[in-house]
């Protein structure tokens, strides 16, 4: 169970999803195309979650465990700002108040990954 726990691993799951759900964002509705990538990206949903839970059990050694707390709700309503966007485009409803909510969110969790303890430390000094 160490290697979910990898920073390496959910960075590389994340950016993976973020750039998945731009290329599903970018995508003409009802193509096989988006069906397909949303697909691929509902899987990274999964693996994002899965090594998100594995680094805030491993994060709870750590005297910020209310703040990998935060992190991983910010993560959670980052992936359904995510499907949200997605699906209400899809369905052609105005999805204006979703992005905005997606990009204060993802702001708010990368700067949390970074600035905590197992992250990258070019955040840190803040």
């Given at each position: 169970?160490?290697?979910?726990?990898?920073?390496?691993?959910?960075?590389?799951?994340?950016?993976?999803g973020i750039i998945l759900f731009l290329?599903?964002?970018?995508?003409?509705?009802?193509s096989k195309g988006q069906k397909i990538t949303h697909m691929v990206l509902r899987l990274f949903?999964?693996?994002?979650i899965i090594t998100g839970i594995a680094l805030?059990?491993?994060?709870?050694?750590?005297?910020?465990?209310?703040?990998?707390?935060l992190k991983l709700i910010g993560g959670?309503?980052?992936i359904g700002m995510m499907e949200m966007v997605l699906v209400r485009s899809k369905k052609h409803k105005p999805t204006t108040m979703f992005w905005i909510?997606?990009?204060?969110f993802?702001?708010?969790?990368?700067?949390?990954?970074?600035?905590?303890?197992?992250?990258?430390?070019?955040l840190a000094s803040i």
């Open positions: 169970m160490d290697f979910l726990a990898s920073t390496h691993l959910h960075i590389a799951t994340w950016a993976i290329i599903a964002a970018i995508l003409t509705n009802g949903y999964v693996f994002i805030f059990i491993e994060g709870m050694n750590f005297d910020m465990g209310m703040l990998y707390g959670i309503l980052v909510l997606l990009f204060v993802l702001f708010i969790t990368m700067f949390l990954g970074f600035k905590l303890p197992m992250g990258f430390n070019f």
